[in-house]
């Protein structure tokens, strides 16, 4: 199974834009960049819509079908654990082995002294080729590691032999994820973290370490771009190492789980790629309920008036609906605009306040936010929002299309 050396998370709430997010990757193909599509979709997306990961499976056989996508495609079971996987066993060939709750669990003391002594020969300063400064590794530091991570690398190891052998087999992409917890890991954590997958046997063809500063849902970065740009080439000079010392797949790279839309990163990572010759998975599934909000919109009177409305009910639900996601968004409630107003807005209006357009004055990344968190309300809209993704599917598409590959693919691709 090769995920080839750029693939991207795809796939949609309501599994309505499978062809239109391919013609996005067709679309590169044509511009001579192979980009693998993995659609993807958690546990936690599943209960909010009422879907069930076999149909993630459907629409994404279906999208191929009817574009005559060529290449391989991905089902990713996203972010799962012990606990939720089996229901994605069978439609899945991608599991993202989420174990950041494990990171700081004690493991067995013995355990640790035994990592710690197979380490050995990696104390000293070590010179990696690529990394900015050279990592002074003592014993005791190595243990300071493990005491952190081997706990949750022994729970990647349970999870992966969990479903290879409810799967039968070893034919699936692994992705090991530490990114959903409070402090990103260093590049000298993330050699001995992949050192440590290396010896518990899970082949893990993308890791997804949590980067410096913080991935709000659905906005650009907010952080420190030079310092990400700085651990970004410097895990891409550790994997490389990791992949040559230890045993590891070598099409081993990085996965960003970006939260969509972390467009001042683009230009870092594509530098950061070119230079260590690497690739990279990205994951940027969520908006694309956003762009069918905005080609609702501007689709005519019924389409504006189901977009306003979500908004309205989004503005009265908003404690509820921002509370699981609090670490990921940072809304400034004086900045959202009253109901009322909204409910006079045209269509074009709506749709310049919601695209991500940072150029554009009208551009509100607090409504934005706010909406990119209420695919629940459209869900429990359930028929009457589905019928008019189906009415107006033409209108939608291109946005869908356009969004992906001109604000995504391209600058994280293409451009030189
Ligand atoms: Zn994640």
């Not at 710690?116 to 590794?137: C, D, H, K, Q, R």
């Amino acid at each position: 199974m090769e995920l080839g050396r750029y693939s991207i998370g795809i796939g949609d709430r309501f599994a309505h834009q499978g062809c239109a997010q391919l013609a996005a990757l067709i679309r590169a193909a044509e511009q001579g960049v192979t980009v693998t599509p993995v659609w993807n979709k958690s546990h936690r997306e599943h209960r909010i819509i009422g879907s069930s990961p076999v149909s993630v499976r459907a629409e994404a056989d279906a999208a191929v079908r009817e574009t005559g996508w060529p290449g391989p495609y991905f089902v990713d079971a996203d972010h799962i654990h012990l606990g939720n996987v089996d229901a994605f066993i069978a439609s899945s060939d991608f599991f993202t082995l989420d174990v950041a709750e494990a990171i700081g669990q004690a493991a067995e003391p013995d355990s640790i002294e035994t990592f710690a002594a197979a380490m050995n020969s990696f104390t000293g300063t070590l010179y990696i080729e690529g990394l900015a400064e050279p990592l002074a590794v003592t014993e005791d530091s190595i243990r300071v590691i493990a005491r952190r991570f081997l706990a949750a690398v022994q729970q990647a190891g349970r999870i992966y032999r969990h479903i290879a052998e409810r799967k039968g087999s070893e034919d699936f992409i692994t992705e090991v994820s530490m990114d959903e917890t409070e402090t990103p890991q260093s590049p000298g954590e993330l050699l001995f973290i992949l050192a440590a997958l290396a010896r518990e046997g899970v082949p893990a063809r993308t890791i997804a370490p949590k980067f410096t500063g913080r991935f709000n849902k659905g906005v650009d970065y907010d952080g420190d771009v030079k310092r990400f740009s700085r651990e970004f080439n410097d895990d891409l000079a550790i994997i490389r190492f990791a992949v040559a010392q230890f045993n590891l797949p070598a099409d081993l790279k990085l996965s960003v789980h970006s939260g969509s839309d972390k467009f001042s990163l683009y230009g870092p990572i594509r530098r950061a790629l070119t230079r260590h010759q690497a690739g990279v998975h990205l994951k940027t599934a969520g908006t694309t309920w956003l762009e069918e909000l905005i080609g609702l919109a501007l689709a005519g009177r019924d389409g504006v008036q189901i977009a306003r409305e979500i908004y309205r009910r989004a503005l009265d639900r908003y404690e509820e609906l921002c509370a699981p996601y609090a670490t990921v968004i940072d809304i400034d409630t004086d900045r959202l605009p009253p109901a009322e107003a909204v409910d006079r807005w045209d269509g074009p209006t709506f749709a310049a306040a919601l695209r991500h357009d940072r150029a554009c004055p009208s551009f509100n990344p607090h409504l934005r936010q706010l909406l990119h968190l209420s695919y629940r309300i459209a869900a429990e809209m359930g028929p009457q929002f589905l019928a008019a993704l189906d009415k107006h599917a033409d209108a939608i598409a291109p946005h869908v299309t356009e969004n992906l590959y001109d604000r995504h693919i391209r600058p994280l691709f293409l451009d030189v």
